[in-house]
């Protein structure tokens, strides 16, 4: 199905423990973000990716990684989760700078 | 990218159509106006954009200040389901711009 989607769409995991979140898109769309939402703050940027291979930090990139060797993908991964980094994660895309943005369903990572 | 003022809430009759405002003063020539809105626990959704002049798709229409320090977003006949967080954001189109969410509107719709 042509789309945006995230996978998982909850996980707990352990304190310490590495996990990824995957983000795809269908639409070959150069721009690629990852968001995070807590309450109290809003959605804040934590990654952001111009084209495969470029990326760039955000807002609040500290404690996590990204890749982009295909356009379509775009995984974030939090190479050892702590509590903090419980949150509602958003991927979005965009084909162009001018365009909106759309974002996937978001995953629920709760860090126990 | 500039900032912008919403209030923090409102509400509108069914039926009826929601004028949210925000206020974008430090604007600048090249920043565009997006809205966004955000349904309960679900991702943010682009509604529309623009820079200066009035814009309308099928979801609702944009209505820009001529100096481009404030702005409007109708929802012509609002329903339950719009009940939301609106997001107004202004940001340019530079290689490094990126959006930028606030706390957003909180727009109630009563039955």
């Known amino acids: 199905d042509a789309g945006i989607t995230q996978s998982p769409r909850y996980k707990i995991t352990e304190t310490g423990r590495q996990v990824t979140l995957m983000c795809h898109q269908t639409?070959?769309?150069?721009?690629m973000f990852w968001y995070r939402q807590d309450l109290g703050h809003g959605l804040r940027l934590i990654y952001y990716?111009?084209?495969?291979?470029?990326?760039d930090k955000g807002e609040v990139p500290d404690g996590y990684v990204v890749s982009r060797s295909k356009t379509e993908n775009f995984p974030l991964t939090l190479e050892s989760a702590t509590r903090s980094q419980t949150s509602v994660y958003f991927c979005a895309s965009s084909g162009q700078e001018i365009y909106g943005y759309t974002f996937g369903s978001g995953t629920r990572l709760t860090v126990v | 990218d500039a900032k912008t003022t919403q209030p923090t809430s409102m509400d509108c009759a069914e039926g009826r159509a929601a004028n949210l405002p925000c206020n974008h003063s430090?604007?600048?020539?090249?920043?565009?106006v997006y809205w966004y809105r955000q349904i309960h626990s679900q991702g943010p959704q682009y509604i529309i954009h623009g820079l200066k002049n009035n814009e309308t798709n099928e979801m609702a229409s944009l209505i820009i200040t001529e100096d481009r320090k404030s702005s409007t977003l109708i929802l012509p006949h609002a329903t339950l389901r719009d009940t939301a967080v609106y997001y107004c954001i202004v940001r340019d189109t530079g290689a490094n711009s990126k959006l930028t969410f606030g706390k957003g509107i909180t727009l109630s719709v009563r039955p």
């Open positions: 990716s111009a084209a495969a291979d470029i990326t």
């Open positions: 639409w070959s769309h150069s721009y």
């Open positions: 430090t604007i600048s020539g090249n920043e565009y």
